[in-house]
Nanobody, 114 residues
Framework: QLVESGGDLVESGGSLRLSCVAS????????LSWYRQAPGKERELVAL????????RYADSVKGRFTISRDNAKNTGYLQMNSLKPEDTAVYYC?????????WGQGTQVTVSA
């Protein structure tokens, strides 16, 4: 399973770091992604990191502001979010994928006030 934490209410321009702790599978084999879903909108991919951490990708809307990382020794992934904007308000989910298997977390709420 995956368990996210770190969501909170923050003012515009602020920062948060989300964590995603994995258990029950070999985390280091899995590609890790962060998604978000705002009210009334579809879930969208925010960032992705390869199993070794050598490859990262970001949605255009968060490039330069968000940083995805992972610590395989701790079975944990992170999403550092800086310069937050009200439009970043959403439930954030982590997802781990390996071949045909995927695992989702339950989500953590991020709210950015104007």
């Amino acid at each position: 399973q995956l368990v996210e934490s770190g969501g909170d209410l923050v003012e515009s321009g602020g920062s948060l770091r989300l964590s995603c702790v994995a258990s029950g599978f070999v985390f280091s084999n899995y590609v890790l992604s962060w998604y978000r879903q705002a009210p009334g909108k579809e879930r969208e991919l925010v960032a992705l990191i390869s199993d070794t951490g050598n490859v990262v990708r970001y949605a255009d809307s968060v490039k330069g502001r968000f940083t995805i990382s992972r610590d395989n020794a701790k079975n944990t992934g992170y999403l550092q979010m800086n310069s937050l904007k009200p439009e970043d308000t959403a439930v954030y989910y982590c997802k781990a994928v390996f071949e045909w298997a995927d695992v989702w977390g339950q989500g953590t709420q991020v709210t950015v006030s104007a």
